[in-house]
């Protein structure tokens, strides 16, 4: 219990580069909107014809959910951006950021984009194991910033079982 008190104290504590939060939480939600452009049409259309498993949320969920995984990456990012370590882990932590918000994107393009189950599941595959780092890297220099991450990784473990079942039952 004291450690969490402590860890709370230290968090509240810490001085806050307002330009770097900022743009921190704007990235991705700017990798989210660029993947929307691809989802839009095809939620209306191609995805209502899929035969989707029966734990399938409603597509209103999405949305909201997305959003607030993205909030909690551009935190997570921004705490390891100013992290006082200065080392190579913390460079391949943030280069790895943004490499990941790309496959993320690429997710939404070859999923309604291209109406590829098959390439989505195998970008998924590839973004899980990119979080999974993310989360560990990320730990390791900022236990928030690890923190964080963990619902995201949860959130795709769940979206890989949905794509896999959506791509299988198709």
Same mark, same amino acid.
């Given at each position: 219990?004291?450690? &969490? &008190? &402590?860890?709370?104290?230290?968090?509240?504590?810490?001085?806050?580069?307002?330009?770097?939060?900022?743009?921190?939480?704007?990235?991705?939600?700017?990798?989210?909107?660029?993947?929307?452009?691809?989802?839009?049409?095809?939620?209306?259309?191609?995805?209502?014809?899929?035969?989707?498993?029966?734990?399938?949320?409603?597509?209103?969920?999405?949305?909201?959910?997305?959003?607030?995984?993205?909030?909690? =990456? +551009?935190?997570?990012?921004?705490?390891?951006?100013?992290?006082?370590?200065?080392?190579?882990?913390?460079?391949?932590?943030?280069?790895?950021?943004?490499?990941?918000? +790309?496959?993320?994107?690429?997710?939404?393009?070859?999923?309604? +984009?291209?109406?590829?189950?098959?390439?989505?599941? =195998?970008?998924?595959?590839?973004?899980? &194991?990119?979080?999974?780092?993310?989360?560990?890297?990320?730990?390791?220099?900022?236990?928030?910033? +690890?923190?964080?991450?963990?619902? $995201?990784?949860?959130?795709?473990?769940?979206?890989?079982?949905?794509? $896999?079942?959506?791509?299988? =039952?198709?």
């Amino acid at each position: 219990m004291s450690n &969490i &008190i &402590i860890l709370s104290l230290e968090f509240s504590m810490r001085k806050i580069h307002f330009k770097k939060l900022m743009a921190a939480l704007v990235l991705p939600q700017l990798a989210g909107s660029l993947g929307a452009i691809f989802t839009r049409e095809s939620v209306e259309t191609w995805y209502q014809q899929l035969i989707k498993p029966s734990l399938n949320p409603p597509s209103w969920v999405f949305a909201p959910v997305w959003t607030t995984l993205f909030l909690l =990456m +551009g935190f997570a990012f921004y705490l390891v951006w100013v992290s006082p370590q200065d080392n190579a882990r913390r460079k391949t932590g943030l280069s790895l950021f943004c490499l990941h918000l +790309g496959v993320n994107t690429l997710w939404s393009f070859l999923f309604f +984009g291209l109406q590829s189950p098959f390439w989505a599941f =195998m970008d998924i595959i590839v973004l899980w &194991i990119m979080i999974t780092l993310l989360v560990r890297i990320f730990w390791s220099l900022d236990l928030w910033a +690890g923190v964080m991450l963990v619902p $995201y990784l949860l959130w795709v473990s769940f979206a890989a079982f949905l794509n $896999y079942e959506i791509w299988r =039952m198709n």
